[in-house]
């Protein structure tokens, strides 16, 4: 079974257009990194991560995408590594009865302008603390964010889309759709009632979103070939993409979070949501993903304003994306954001082939 460090050689072994492909969005450096054990802590070495050797004899395999300058450092051994752990885990997934605010959100939230939006299986409200000029908090009825059904996730996708509908007629500047979801208070998340953010910008989309536009188009202009297909086929040509539902994605090498997955859509449609749904249902049930963000990156939803109509974006060949990341157990003290992860390279302590192989069942 192949793993991360296994990498280089998969890819010298690639036929020489595929080889070519990968090596023109990724490159990889696999790098050795040793140390010395003092005898005293011998013994807790081998009780914590197995084997001396393991920690004496390291690999670290960086990976850098070289059209949009993300990347992470894999070195699957830091899983093991000691964390502190909260006295109860399940405090930070649910709130104490009588201090949830988003139980009674029609007495207990604020509220857009234009009114809320309401489906069967949530409400929307507006953000108290604004972070977007028009921005929301889809609150869902069910509180825990490890429990949803594809129902669930078709309705907060209907809804959210109707919002955005309402917003852009409130504020006709606005048309730059953006889906967030922090899953439970260790994905990000300031109260721990399961919601989901929503932002319509104006001007030009977000910036990491406008970065991937732009880069694209940049490869694209290089290459005469469409970057997002390419980045697929480069994931598939490895063994790590997926298909949830009736949409294809994969393990992405230069990964922002571990497990970090992507999907492409044509739309924030029932089949988007139901991808959505596989993938994560399987990330949690297989994988142990217990806290989770999720991001929903697509064209402008909404054409610009005819004043505005000379200055046209070119947004062709870009799908709607769903990207999904894990952000550790819920009972661990530390974050899993370090200064290396802000400023430098991401790094990673799950192998993605392993990932692959737990999230599919083991295929």
Known sequence: MPTIVDLPEQIAALPTPQRVRFERIFRVDRVAAACRIPGPMRPWVERQFGSLRAVEEQRVVRVTNQVTFDGALFNPLRRWRPLALRNSPSSTLFVPPGEDLFADPLRMTTEDLFGRVRGRHCVTASNVACWEGQ???????????????????????????????????????????????????????????????????????????????????????????????????????????????????????????PKDAWLYGQAMDDALADALHDL????????????????????????????????????????????????GAPDVLSSDIGAIDLYAHNTISTDPFEVRRAWAGGD
């Not at 610009?304 to 046209?312: D, L």
Request: net charge positive.
């Open 280 to 327: 994560l249902r399987a990330l949690i049930e297989r994988t142990g993903t217990r806290a989770f963000d999720v991001g929903v990156l697509m064209p402008p939803l909404f054409p610009p304003p005819r004043a505005n109509e000379g200055e046209a974006e070119d947004w062709s060949g870009f799908p709607v994306i769903v990207r999904v990341g894990d952000r």
């Open 135 to 257: 921005c929301a908090v889809l609150i869902f009825d069910e509180p825990n964010p490890l429990a949803f059904t594809r129902d669930h996730l078709r309705d907060y996708f209907r809804v959210s889309l109707e919002w955005a509908r309402r917003a852009h007629h409130h504020d006709p500047q606005a048309r730059y759709l953006l889906w967030l979801w922090n899953g439970g208070p260790r994905g990000g998340a300031s109260i721990a009632h399961a919601h989901a953010q929503m932002g319509l910008g104006r001007g030009m989309h977000y910036a990491k979103v406008e970065r991937l536009r732009r880069a694209a188009l940049a490869y694209r202009a290089q290459h005469s070939s469409n970057y997002f297909d390419d980045l697929l086929a480069a994931h598939q040509d490895v063994g790590l993409d997926i298909q949830a539902g009736r949409l294809r994605g994969f393990f992405y090498l230069a990964a922002n979070r």
